[in-house]
């Protein structure tokens, strides 16, 4: 069964501005860890991000599609199985994942 998919506004904006040729890998991606989006170390698809670089990411997962440089964000809302995209962006010396700290900060 698959988790909800829910978009923040931020967040669907960013997939919005992707090159139209990109779009449907990352939408195709999200759909299929949306299947199981807990951590590896859960037996999911999605990667749990922790503290790096002297920052907090704990409670962030993300999904990494290599060839075109794109990290999608999210985090979990377990207890109504809502997984919430919260970044869609470059990979770019960490910028998304400071992105993606304050926007959860913020929800």
Do not use: C
């Amino acid at each position: 069964m698959s988790w909800e998919i829910i978009v923040i506004p931020e967040a669907q904006k960013e997939f919005e501005r992707l090159n139209g040729s990109i779009k449907p890998q990352i939408a195709k991606g999200i759909l299929k860890v949306a299947q199981n989006p807990l951590s590896r170390q859960e037996g999911g698809y999605g990667e749990a991000l922790g503290h790096h670089s002297g920052l907090d990411w704990t409670g962030l997962l993300k999904i990494k599609f290599r060839k075109p440089g794109i990290r999608v964000i999210y985090q979990l809302k377990r207890e109504h199985k809502r997984m919430v995209i919260i970044v869609i962006g470059i990979r770019s010396d960490d910028e998304v994942y400071r992105i993606a700290a304050k926007r959860r900060d913020a929800l």
